[in-house]
């Protein structure tokens, strides 16, 4: 695994303002990764020239209106290293991250993930993601079908796997927890269970927008689906269950975070 070369992968629009302090993280770890490849996918605010012109040492790539996890995918495509790492632009690791999710790899393993630190004015709060829903004596599968308990800002993930999984799913909302599931199905995951990325959620927050029950649906349909396919059974009454809350309740929630909360409340996490 140490022979492993590693490519950061950061997909920004329109985020001049945040997208600097993202890179210099990666380019401050104690173990650099081999590639910093910067996707800018259509930015109207002078994020792409910012990037080119104080990064010069980073690939740069443009994509069209991809959407977040598009712009990963083109990133990943253009990479030529082994270990892809993922970090969104509003986003920043801490300087032992790349260190840690090898190490948590063990060698052998074909993921990795690290704990996430939201904090923000949106909050009243900073909380982690995973949060207590997350039950490590569980597998990742059993986890990730009944809730996305990883961020991809906190992931490591081998290219094969990756492109085995087909890569993220090009729809509107869900893309990160649709990849992280089927994912799951395949490959066992190594955890660090400390703090390597810190994520700053603000009212430009794709998931902080307001929630579509819609959208929602959507998700929790598509995970259905995978899990049928996959003969996995044992999770259709939870995704069942799940449905019919969003259906009841999600037509008062605001964001992605109340719906986390509420099943919580109900007591489906």
């Known amino acids: 695994m140490p022979d492993n070369k590693i490519a950061c992968i950061i997909p920004v629009k329109n985020r001049r303002h945040m997208v600097s302090e993202a890179i210099e993280s990666a380019l401050a770890q104690g173990r650099l990764p081999d590639e910093v490849i910067v996707v800018d996918d259509g930015s109207t ?13 980073v690939k740069f790539l443009k994509g069209r209106s991809l959407g977040p996890g598009g712009a990963r995918n083109l990133g990943a495509m253009a990479a030529e290293a082994e270990v892809l790492m993922f970090l969104d632009s509003d986003d920043t690791w801490r300087d032992d991250h790349v260190e840690k999710l090898i190490k948590a790899m063990d060698g052998k393993k074909a993921c990795s993930f690290g704990i996430t630190l939201n904090q923000g004015q949106c909050l009243d709060s900073a909380f982690t993601i995973p949060g207590r829903e997350f039950q490590r004596h569980r597998p990742m599968e059993w986890n990730l079908f009944r809730w996305c308990s990883l961020v991809p800002s906190s992931v490591a993930v081998r290219k094969e796997a990756f492109l085995h999984a087909g890569g993220f799913p090009n729809v509107p909302l869900g893309e990160d927890w649709l990849f992280f599931a089927r994912l799951s199905l395949s490959y066992e995951f190594g955890f ?12 430009g927050n794709l998931c902080w927008k307001v929630f579509s029950q819609k959208l929602a649906i959507t998700v929790v349909d598509r ?20 449905r019919n809350l969003i259906l009841d309740k999600g037509d008062k929630w605001k964001s992605v975070q109340e719906w986390y909360m509420a099943l919580i409340k109900y007591g489906l996490l």
Not at 45 to 57: A, I, N, W, Y
Not at 193 to 203: A, Y
Not at 229 to 238: P, Q, S, W
């Open 223 to 242: 995970l259905t689906e995978m899990a049928r396919n996959a003969g996995k059974c044992d999770y259709l009454t939870h995704l069942n269950k799940t």
């Open 192 to 203: 660090e269970p400390t703090v390597l990325t810190v994520r700053k959620i603000h009212s």
């Open 45 to 57: 605010d002078g994020t792409g020239e910012l990037v080119q012109k104080r990064f010069p040492m």
